[in-house]
């Protein structure tokens, strides 16, 4: 037929019987496949197997530049793409990776698409060599030659192959059903008096390997193609047979179980009928027994067991003797006897995950990573217990749940805090109504393993009652040597707690029992200094407020000046729990400026502070410059460390007099007396007249009078503040000191060096004044700490008196 020819007698387009698809019908001649479909065809890979002509199958499009040109072709009206098998399913979707033969097929329906995906309703049409294929920015284009279907006459031995193959798949739709469906469907849209159809169709049903199948796609002889297809169905049929009698087997053997149950459930209803056993019961006792299978309990607690389901058999369950028994054998059976989680001494990965938790604490991550290592020599982490002791909100609880992190064992965590009975910690006694195991026994069970991690929050906030002291009740659970057989006053049996990981927390070790301490391993934290807050709020805390307050990453940001700003003016705290809540405050704000229509993004500057947080809590210029008889000193606090401005002052009187004021503790007043003494002692040394004291009455006041203070460190603080109140000198600029001065004028030293230097940094100290005896202390302390700032290490007051009214 010529082109003019083929221009004039265009085809009409008539509905098919498939919805969807359109078929053509030409007037006074047929027009093969060549002259409908299009030569040129995007292809989609395939990767498990082929697909054949005349089958409708759904096809899922992955892959952004695959659905695209599905979008193409539905939007150009053609609709036909080309679907080839990869060589190499594992390999790259290469032109050279592809088999040259495939089918076209034409797209009746798109269900479902979106970027990444499309589910497609695809009905195949023709076979095809592929001529030629590119790889573009549109992705796999191939030109193609298709192969027409021509009919073929029947003969006598294209007949006889016909009939084996519709044989050998009645034989396949008596072992598997579903193949009948599948022949329905084919019957509606084809005949079988079709060989070449009837093998694609028949060669589409097996599970056959995709390559195999490929074999016969590329078999374009009908005869040859009908002949291989027979054979992967006699393959198929004898794979189905062998099923068949295996499902056969199974099933024979699940009927007997089943007829076993059945007896077995009867037999329990009559029992329960005649009263000879209380099904209730029967499932109790088989529960506790699944429980103690892979549990190793020790024998004194093997014999309770034991005892006690004796005990349950013989008892009613409508009498309170059986709940009361029933209690007891589940807390034995569900406590983790012998059941250990595997500890990792990995350094390296505890460095990291330390890190990962934590910014800063450099001593703190290395004193946790020698406790792992010696957990690496030794093979086991047994009898340990950690107190971490620092200031509120530095991350003890947090260090505790990396620890766990990194030694991989569960954590578990309770609080301390206000615990009056002794009977939360060692338990009720069974006679009670109500009674339950203890903090640990309870602990044990919800963390599943007998090594878990127990964290012990707030140990120095333990109270006392007449109810018993439940910190004399610790001291069993955190000795090593009495632990290993820890004995509950509910269970009543020993139970093993030497392989549990205790680390306990706590704000100071003052209230704590000095028992208990010495049972503990004490490790500091001491604080954060500027530098380090600014870190953790970028890293930590500015994030998770942004997720916290449904926020996106870049719609808030808060410079370093900014940060820095809110730390030194809102959040002078040793930890950043402060520091957080200022930036959940900015977080609030900024959530209802985006509730309200804001679309630009936050950028929180220096100047944008105060709009946010309102004025400054701290003012940079508390540390008073030269004032007379005004002396900073540093003090240590639950919350950390702090400075203290100590004034004196002093009236005309015709009496002599010395008063304090600012809610000083006995320790504190001690001190100042001592320092009252100690100068009226040496006014002739400071060229003062002796009788000074008897014509002035003095006063002594430390600031903040609604805040209780006490302790001995404030004695040459004291002390220097009345020599510059005599002297109308003022000390030098950016001084601070502490110390306790003995009456002799030598100097003793005190505690808490790390957070004074951190206070004393954190308002701009310059220049310290420590006791002797403290000089190891200052030089265990990190570069960081001790960078910008001049230590003075004095024996007696003469030192601290020169150190103090020098010019620099």
């Known amino acids: 037929m010529t082109d003019s020819k083929r221009r004039n007698k265009e085809p009409k387009k008539i509905p098919s019987p498939i919805e969807g698809e359109v078929q053509q019908e030409t007037v006074g001649e047929i027009v093969v ?4 479909l299009p030569t040129f065809l995007p292809i989609i890979p395939l990767k498990m197997r082929p697909t054949f002509p005349g089958i409708l199958i759904p096809l899922v499009v992955k892959g952004a530049e695959k659905v695209a040109a599905v979008k193409r072709v539905m939007e150009q009206g053609d609709r036909t793409i080309g679907l080839v098998l990869v060589k190499e399913p594992d390999g790259e979707e290469t032109p050279d990776n592809l088999h040259r033969v495939g089918v076209a097929a034409k797209i009746l329906q798109v269900i479902h698409s979106d970027e990444e995906s499309a589910h497609l309703m695809l009905n195949n049409l023709e076979r095809f060599i592929v001529d030629q294929i590119t790889q573009s920015e549109e992705g796999l284009i191939a030109r193609v030659t298709y192969h027409n279907s021509a009919e073929l006459s029947v003969n006598p031995e294209l007949q006889a192959y016909s009939m084996a193959v519709i044989s050998t798949l009645k034989e396949l739709i008596h072992l598997n059903p579903l193949f009948s469906e599948e022949t329905k469907l084919f019957l509606n849209r084809s005949s079988m008096d079709d060989p070449g159809r009837l093998a694609d169709f028949a060669a589409n049903l097996t599970s056959a390997d995709g390559q195999e199948l490929q074999v016969v796609l590329e078999t374009f002889d009908v005869k040859h193609r009908i002949d291989r297809v027979l054979v992967l169905l006699k393959k198929e049929l004898e794979v189905y047979r062998l099923q068949s009698k295996i499902t056969k087997q199974i099933e024979d053997k699940i009927s007997a179980r089943q007829r076993e149950f059945f007896l077995r459930e009867q037999l329990k209803l009559i029992k329960r009928e ?11 006792l088989e529960k506790f027994m699944e429980r103690l299978e892979g549990l190793t309990l020790n024998e004194e607690a093997q014999k309770a067991v034991e005892e006690e389901m004796e005990k349950l058999q013989l008892i009613e369950p409508s009498s309170p ?14 406590l983790p006897w012998g059941k250990y989680s595997e500890d990792s001494y990995k350094l390296d990965r505890a460095r990291k995950i330390l890190d990962r938790d934590h910014y800063g604490l450099k001593d703190v991550k290395e004193r946790i990573l020698e406790f792992i290592a010696v957990g690496k020599m030794k093979g086991s982490i047994t009898g340990s217990i950690l107190c971490l002791v620092g200031p509120p909100g530095v991350g003890k609880t947090s260090v505790g749940k990396s620890i766990a992190d990194a030694l991989g064992r569960k954590f578990y965590r309770f609080s301390l805090g206000g615990m009056r009975d002794e009977a939360e910690i060692k338990g009720h006694r069974r006679t009670y109504i109500g009674a339950m195991p203890g903090k640990f026994i309870q602990a044990m069970k919800r963390a599943g393993t007998a090594n878990p991690v127990l964290m012990l929050d707030e140990i120095d906030k333990v109270g006392a009652s007449f109810q018993g002291d439940p910190a004399s009740a610790l001291l069993e659970v955190l000795d090593p040597e009495q632990n290993s057989s820890f004995r509950d006053h509910y269970l009543d049996v020993p139970f093993d707690l030497s392989n549990v990981l205790f680390v306990a927390t706590a704000n100071q070790l003052d209230t704590i029992p000095p028992a208990l301490i010495d049972r503990m391993e004490i490790i500091r934290l001491a604080g954060y200094i500027l530098e380090e807050k600014v870190e953790i709020a970028k890293r930590y805390l500015v994030p998770k407020a942004l997720k916290n307050h449904g926020l996106e990453k870049g719609q808030v940001s808060i410079s ?19 520091l957080e809540n200022r930036i959940k405050k900015i977080m609030r704000k900024a959530a209802m400026e985006f509730a309200e229509g804001r679309t ?7 100047d ?4 946010f947080l309102g004025n400054p809590v701290f003012n940079p210029d508390e540390v008073f410059e030269e004032v007379t008889g005004v002396v900073t000193g540093l003090a240590w606090t639950s919350m950390g460390g702090a400075t203290l401005q100590i004034e004196a002052t002093a009236m005309p009187s015709k009496a002599k007099g010395f008063k304090q004021t600012g809610q000083l503790g006995k320790v504190m007043v001690e001190s100042s007396e001592i320092a009252y003494s100690y100068v009226m002692a040496h006014l002739e040394k400071y060229g003062v007249s002796p009788d000074y004291f008897d014509s002035h009455f003095v006063h002594l006041h430390v600031p903040a009078g609604a805040t209780p203070k006490d302790g001995p460190s404030a004695g040459i603080t004291m002390t220097t503040a009345l020599i510059s109140m005599i002297l109308k000198k003022p000390v030098r600029q950016k001084l601070a000191m502490t110390g306790e001065l003995t009456l002799s004028g030598r100097v003793l030293p005190i505690g808490g060096v790390k957070e004074k230097t951190i206070a004393a940094r954190r308002s701009g100290i310059k220049t310290l004044i420590f006791p002797d005896g403290n000089r190891k202390d200052f030089e265990e302390l990190p570069a960081y700490l001790k960078k910008g700032l001049k230590a003075n290490f004095v024996h007696d007051y003469e030192e601290v008196c020169a150190i103090a009214f020098s010019a620099k």
């Open 274 to 284: 005649l009263g000879l056993e209380k099904e209730g019961k029967v499932s109790e």
């Open 608 to 611: 944008d502070v105060v709009q």
């Open 560 to 578: 370093k000046d900014a940060l820095i700003k809110i730390i030194d003016g809102y959040a002078r705290e040793a930890g950043v729990r402060n």
């Open 321 to 334: 003797e059986y709940n009361v028994s029933r209690t007891y054998l589940d807390w034995l059976t569900i």
């Open 33 to 36: 496949a060549a002259d409908v």
């Open 600 to 606: 630009e993004p936050i950028s929180l500057g220096i």
